[in-house]
């Protein structure tokens, strides 16, 4: 393990890594939700258009709704989407919800991933469809909305009414489209307050559970009978679909790699698992990378104390000893911890992460590109390879990017001064 640590927020960037002005004026810009109270922007994409499409968790007089805006490339609001340029809605008519996730399709429907909130103790993942309009497509679900209810409850998750936005919990969400149009997703169902496992769904193109999955449209992914929270899921090119998390408590990061017919790959790692710490302290992995070669990128946190987390990884799921002698690369950003959240790579193979400090008004975006052998890339921020950016007067929390095609990053989060307001920057490349 190496450890790398910075307390002070860094001088000025140039170039690469620095806001980019022709962004919204100033390089940030809040995102509106017609008659919200609030909101936090949990996932960002382009669409094909190069419009900026962001899913948020949005406040509302009625209670938590999910949200989906739509920016233009320069951050104004396109208003010729939804209404006054986003949608604000339920899974279920009478119910909270949140959006997590949000993807474009081939076709140029826009998915959007979340939880309904069952009660106050209960989520089920959710999914709603749009047309690039920002009307439901009803042929999915039903009038554009699913909510996922699998046999025994299994899909029944803990919602995380307590926890601290940005720090991580058990209401992950995340989901990815097959080239074939079959929709996967993420759950964590808890049997009880202390046992947990994590669950792996498969759905057709119109939201029906596709029971040729496994036979029966999930999987339950569950190493040595032990807790395992899932976080994040990435489809690999040969279709192979990989899932990361934690398992244990005090928790180790957990990959784990299924065929497409939802057969565990026994051949990935230690029949089918990889588990690690980070020399002895707990490590978390949010976004998994695969570059063009197969070789795969993890990226997380540490826990006790909480650094940002990345550890190369080959395709058979072994940890790349060349780099950092196979053990997990921690960087310290800040006196109170700090994490990654997202992660993409670039066209070039090198990747960029984002992420946040933790601790009150010490929380920061930060945004980093990695080499794809593992070192932090110096051309990148002044020579640092990473930058630490502050928003507002409040905490700021990045939990979401994407690269727009000119190369520039496009960085979702959200701010709290007064009330939580999702925000979107935009770094030169």
């Not at 490339?73 to 986003?86: I, M, N, P, T, V």
């Not at 690269?403 to 925000?423: E, F, K, M, P, T």
């Amino acid at each position: 393990m190496s450890l790398q640590t910075a307390f002070a927020l860094p001088a000025t960037v140039h170039g690469a890594g620095q806001l980019d002005t022709r962004f919204a004026g100033t390089g940030k810009t809040q995102v509106y939700f017609a008659g919200s109270t609030s909101s936090m922007a949990n996932g960002v994409a382009i669409d094909h258009a190069g419009r900026l499409l962001v899913a948020a968790k949005v406040g509302t007089p009625g209670g938590s709704r999910f949200g989906l805006a739509r920016l233009l490339e320069d951050g104004s609001a396109d208003l010729a989407f939804g209404k006054q340029g986003s949608v604000i809605g339920q899974f279920a008519h009478g119910y909270e919800a949140m959006a997590g996730t949000v993807r474009v399709l081939a076709d140029g429907h826009i998915l959007v991933a979340g939880l309904h909130y069952e009660n106050a103790h209960r989520t089920l993942p959710a999914l709603a469809m749009f047309d690039p309009q920002g009307c439901p497509v009803q042929g999915f679900g039903e009038h554009g909305r699913c909510v996922v209810r699998l046999p025994g409850n299994l899909s029944q998750g803990a919602r995380d009414a307590w926890l601290p936005p940005g720090v991580p919990g058990t209401e992950a969400c995340d989901a990815c489209v097959q080239d074939d149009g079959r929709i996967l997703l993420l759950a964590n169902h808890r049997f009880e307050l202390a046992d947990h496992v994590g669950m792996l769904i498969r759905l057709n193109a119109d939201g029906s559970l596709d029971s040729t999955f496994n036979g029966r449209g999930f999987v339950m992914v569950r190493h040595l009978l032990m807790n395992t929270w899932l976080n994040s899921l990435m489809v690999q090119r040969d279709g192979r679909i990989l899932v990361g998390g934690s398992m244990n408590f005090p928790e180790e990061g957990l990959l784990a790699r299924y065929h497409t017919d939802g057969r565990l790959d026994d051949g990935f790692a230690v029949e089918g698992f990889m588990t690690f710490k980070v020399q002895g302290h707990s490590a978390q992995v949010c976004q998994i990378v695969q570059h063009e070669k197969g070789h795969l990128q993890c990226f997380g946190s540490s826990r006790d104390p909480m650094h940002c987390l990345a550890l190369n990884v080959h395709s058979n799921g072994r940890p790349d000893i060349r780099c950092n002698r196979g053990q997990p690369k921690l960087l310290q950003v800040g006196h109170s911890g700090c994490q990654w959240t997202a992660a993409q790579v670039q066209p070039d193979g090198r990747v960029l992460t984002v992420g946040a400090t933790v601790g009150g008004v010490e929380a920061d975006f930060i945004l980093a590109r990695y080499l794809p052998n593992g070192p932090l890339d110096r051309s990148f921020a002044n020579g640092l390879g990473w930058v630490r950016t502050r928003l507002s007067r409040g905490p700021d929390t990045a939990t979401s990017l994407a690269v727009q095609a000119d190369g520039c990053i496009v960085v979702g989060g959200h701010s709290l001064d007064g009330n939580y307001r999702a925000v979107v920057a935009r770094y030169q490349h």
